[in-house]
């Protein structure tokens, strides 16, 4: 590992970009359940990493707001 960036939405640490040996690959390591679907995944950009991250995340935080109001 050469350098790694938190990832953390709304104030919940989601897991870290890593950035891999050969400076250009980007390699997610999750932390979170909601985004579990993206551990050890690799982009080329770190921007692609946190969007999918986030977007992944405030969908399954979304959906259990609706599934707690419903009930």
Do not use: C, P, W
């Not at 939405?9 to 359940?33: K, N, P, S, W």
């Amino acid at each position: 590992m050469l350098e790694s960036r938190i990832i953390e939405i709304d104030g919940t640490f989601l897991g870290t970009v890593i950035l891999e040996a050969d400076r250009q690959t980007r390699r997610f390591y999750a932390t979170h359940d909601s985004v579990r679907a993206f551990h050890n995944h690799t982009l080329q950009g770190h921007d692609d990493v946190a969007r999918q991250v986030a977007r992944l995340y405030r969908r399954a935080h979304a959906n259990a707001r609706r599934a707690a109001t419903a009930k």
